[in-house]
Antibody, heavy 115, light 112 residues
């Protein structure tokens, strides 16, 4: 059974940092490009960042470029998102996901940026 | 980046067929595959269509996808509507020029 489990969300003040983690199992982790996608509760999905299997190609949405860093550890089947200089507009549920083919998504972790 | 535009909401009666459109703002819709996701309240999205028209195992054949180059859009059709199909549906594609992945704004399907 495929599982993707995010952790690391919580309440953080504007300007501070947070690191999200995603533990994956049940599929060949290092075969795939992986993503972070976020969703403001009640709103639509927004792609945030992606990383290819070798960590050679890192991509970021314009809204987070320069503040967020995606990384992965294939030996530990783990995906990460380092989020710096957080803003109120970054408040959302953050999902890790494999989007190619039949997608796999985690359950999401809520990040709230507020004073 | 191009944009993917979907209607905010659609509604139809049980047993009927509904079609949700996804219009690409620039560049050909055929250039990159389109995926469709279903998201029920309180749940993570799941794929109902990938690579324009492919169905993952477990997704009923009531769900079908297509692209139309003349209108530069993709469509998701759901036939034999059931109450359980009531959800938000998102289209998604890839922007080759920027390397960014793009989601449509989502369509809320109400089964009356």
């Amino acid at each position: 059974e495929v599982q993707m489990v995010e952790s690391g969300g919580g309440l953080v003040q504007p300007g501070r940092s947070l690191r999200l983690s995603c533990a994956a199992s049940g599929f060949t982790f290092d075969d795939y490009t992986l993503h972070w996608v976020r969703q403001v509760p009640g709103r639509g999905l927004e792609w945030v960042s992606s990383i290819d299997w070798k960590s050679d190609s890192l991509r970021y949405a314009d809204s987070v470029k320069g503040r967020f860093t995606i990384s992965r550890d294939n030996a530990k089947n783990s995906l990460f998102l380092q989020m710096n200089s957080l803003k109120a507009q970054d408040t959302a549920i953050y999902y890790c996901a494999k989007l190619v083919g039949a997608s796999y998504w985690g359950q999401g972790t809520l990040v709230t940026v507020s004073p | 980046n191009f944009m993917l535009t979907q209607p905010q909401s659609v509604s139809e009666s049980p047993g009927k067929t509904v079609t949700i459109s996804c219009s690409r703002s620039s560049g050909s819709i055929a250039l990159n595959y389109v995926q469709w996701y279903q998201q029920r309240p309180g749940s993570s999205p799941i794929t109902v269509i990938y690579e324009d028209y492919q169905r993952p195992s477990g997704v009923p054949d009531r769900f079908s996808g297509s692209i139309d180059t003349s209108s530069n859009s993709a469509s998701l059709s759901i036939s034999g509507l059931r109450a359980e199909d009531e959800a938000d549906y998102y289209c998604q594609s890839f922007d080759s020029s920027s390397g960014h992945w793009v989601f449509g704004g989502g369509t809320k399907l109400t089964v009356l």
